[in-house]
């Protein structure tokens, strides 16, 4: 386990602790790689957890491992969109190493507060007007009058969507 004291050799920095207190537990635009050492890797998924936490909801993940458990636990239990496999940082997340969609600006999605998850790329930066045509028939259940709720000539009963609505509400108040 690392100690409280701080080194340092070359650009690896050895800390223990994720936080406010400690600024390289956060994603770090520099050469300076934030070391932690822990007991075991089911360990080392709550310190990656801790740290997702803290700075990086939804952003990326890096796990190094020849177990497929292990990579199978960080794949799906973490808070990120892009879990890179034995490689690069840098190169893996970006798409050079992963052949994830080429990127230089990484995506955290809704749980990091962007709007995609996806390496954003030019096609994220233009508007397209679709003009679509019907190229599939609807289900013909759905064309039954009365089977679907809505549409033209098909409006719902005022009556039964009050009625719907004062139920749902009262279940609600029940809570």
Not at 54 to 80: Q, Y
Not at 104 to 114: D, M, N, Q, V, Y
Request: hydrophobic residues 40%; aromatic residues 6%.
């Amino acid at each position: 386990m690392a100690t409280m004291v701080r080194w340092c050799t070359g650009s690896l920095v050895w800390v223990d602790r994720t936080g406010r207190e400690e600024p390289l537990s956060r994603e770090k635009l520099t050469t300076v790689l934030g070391w932690y050492e822990v007991d075991g890797w089911e360990a080392g998924c709550d310190r990656c957890v801790e740290l997702i936490q803290f700075g990086g909801r939804g952003h990326s993940l890096v796990v190094h491992a020849n177990d497929e458990k292990v990579v199978m636990a960080f794949g799906l239990e973490k808070p990120v969109f892009r879990i890179a496999v034995n490689t690069m940082a840098t190169l893996g997340a970006i798409g050079m190493t992963t052949k994830i969609m080429p990127s230089l600006t990484l995506g955290s999605g809704g749980i990091g507060g962007a709007i995609t998850g996806d390496n954003v790329t030019v096609y994220h930066l233009f508007n397209v007007k679709n003009l679509a045509y019907e190229a599939v028939p609807p289900p013909e259940a759905a064309l039954r009058p009365g089977s679907v709720p809505a549409g033209p000539g098909r409006a719902p009963d005022p009556q039964h969507v009050a009625k719907i609505v004062e139920e749902v509400t009262r279940e609600i108040l029940k809570a």
